[in-house]
């Protein structure tokens, strides 16, 4: 658990968002200018620019840090109280940072096939775990951005996100009851 003060939620990740972004903005700039990723990696679909990321990482820090005031109950508390951040807040955006960190590691040394892989492994995981959360998406995306740039990432996390809310809120409660009427009790005699 990481414990901070309410106030400096809000400041301290969008602000480290904004960091992040334009200071990988800045580097590639300087080193060739601001890269643009092709959308399926095709050159003939269009490219998509990383300066979106200006929009996007920010956007999503703040929905972050709304679903994290949510969580911890901070809009009932004084702004300067210190809070604890919950295990499974933390637990989720270091997991799918890690994991979209490992993904974009396996296609820049060349194993494409080994990134569409994990790519399926985390669309089968979000049937069962909920990665449609803002700290998922925030994680998944910030860790693919330096491979695959803002966007792209957004887009395939928010695809297998839909995936992911569709299974949780629509298949999982359909499959209980089927499992429920189909349980009968076992009597001993």
């Given at each position: 658990m990481l414990s901070v003060k309410a106030n400096k939620i809000n400041k301290g990740l969008i602000t480290s968002a904004?960091?992040?972004?334009i200071l990988t903005l800045m580097w590639q700039h300087l080193n060739g200018g601001i890269v643009s990723h092709h959308l399926l990696h095709r050159a003939d679909f269009p490219a998509v620019s990383n300066a979106w990321g200006i929009i996007i990482i920010?956007?999503?820090?703040?929905?972050?840090?709304?679903?994290?005031?949510?969580a911890i109950g901070t809009e009932r508390i004084k702004k300067t109280a210190p809070v604890v951040?919950?295990?499974?807040?933390l637990v989720a955006f270091f997991?799918?940072?890690?994991?979209?960190?490992?993904?974009?590691?396996l296609w820049e040394f060349g194993y494409q096939s080994l990134t569409m892989y994990t790519a399926l492994g985390l669309l089968i995981a979000g049937l069962f775990y909920p990665i449609y959360?803002?700290?998922?998406i925030l994680g998944h995306v910030?860790?693919?951005?330096f491979t695959f740039g803002y966007a792209i990432p957004l887009i395939g996390i928010l695809v297998m996100a839909i995936v992911s809310v569709f299974s949780l809120f629509c298949l999982k409660p359909i499959f209980s009851k089927l499992l429920k009427k189909t349980q009968t009790p076992m009597r001993m005699e």
């Open positions: 904004i960091l992040l972004v920010p956007v999503l820090a703040w929905l972050t840090a709304l679903r994290l005031h949510k951040i919950p295990t499974e807040f997991v799918m940072l890690l994991f979209s960190l490992l993904q974009s590691a959360r803002a700290e998922c910030v860790g693919a951005s």
